[in-house]
Each structure stands twice: as C-alpha cells, then as structure tokens.
C-alpha cells in the first residue's frame, strides 16, 4: 500500500513536471532521484537540524526536498503545502493536533496553519514538500519557537 501511494504521489509530480514543460517546450527534462539529493547535501551532526538537500522547479510549482531532525513550530503566509514523508518517522505537530507520521505518509499544510515535526528514532526524516514556484521560505515562514 506504501508503495502504491508513493507511485501516485511520483506519478502526479511528473504529471505536473510534463503539463509545466508542454506550456514551454524550450525546457529540457530534468532527471535526478531522491537518493542523489540527499547525498549531494546531508545533514551533518552537529549542524542545523533541518536542511534543504535539494530542489528542482518549473514554470508554476516547486519540490524541495528536506532533511531533518527537528524543524521548529511555523506556518507560511502566503504557501500552502504538500507534504510527503519519503524516509523515517516523526511527530508532526498540525495546529492543535499531534500525530506520528511515516513513510509513505501524504499531509496537505494549508498556508497559516502552525506545524513541525521532530524525528522519532535515529534515522532523520527526509519530506518531500510540494509548493508553488517563487516561495521565499525565509520571508513567508514565521517561527514560534
């Protein structure tokens, strides 16, 4: 079943990869994986506990891909987001509510909804996070914590 999931998200990602390139078809494609990313950029001990290991974009949308121990309580003024756990386990804290996440796991964040999570286990949580391209992470997100 987490398999399939992980399919239907990927398969929705090139879909939306495949509509961006056919509105502007001087673009190349673009393959890397998950693996690549995170190799390229790791999150080190004794460093930050959440870092962007890489991302790619289009015309209208944005896939970070994000390696973290902990990321602080926050929302986005202007983003909504979608979520998707592609290693690890965690807390992910969604307004009022708290709720362990996993692999597999799929969470649409809309804009100004407080969030964060924190890994659970020794192996850091690795979110793939879906947003519309020009998101300004450092201007948009408001920290609590």
Do not use: C
Request: proline share 5%; glycine share 10%; no cysteine.
């Amino acid at each position: 079943m987490r398999r399939s999931v992980g399919i239907l998200v990927a398969l929705g990602i090139v879909g939306m990869v495949g509509i961006a390139f056919s509105q502007n078809p001087a673009r190349k494609i673009e393959v890397t994986s998950l693996d690549e990313m995170v190799k390229k950029n790791p999150l080190g001990p004794g460093g930050p506990t959440a870092k962007v290991s890489g991302n790619t974009k289009t015309d209208t949308t944005e896939l970070q891909v994000i390696e973290m121990s902990k990321i602080r309580m926050h929302h986005h003024e202007l983003e909504d987001h979608i979520v998707y756990v592609a290693r690890g386990r965690g807390m992910a804290r969604l307004g009022d509510e708290e709720r362990e996440v996993k692999t597999g796991d799929i969470l649409t964040i809309p804009k100004r909804i407080p969030h964060g999570f924190t890994k659970i286990g020794d192996e850091n949580l690795v979110l793939v996070v879906v947003a519309t391209v020009g998101w300004k992470p450092l201007e948009d997100t408001k920290f609590y914590e």
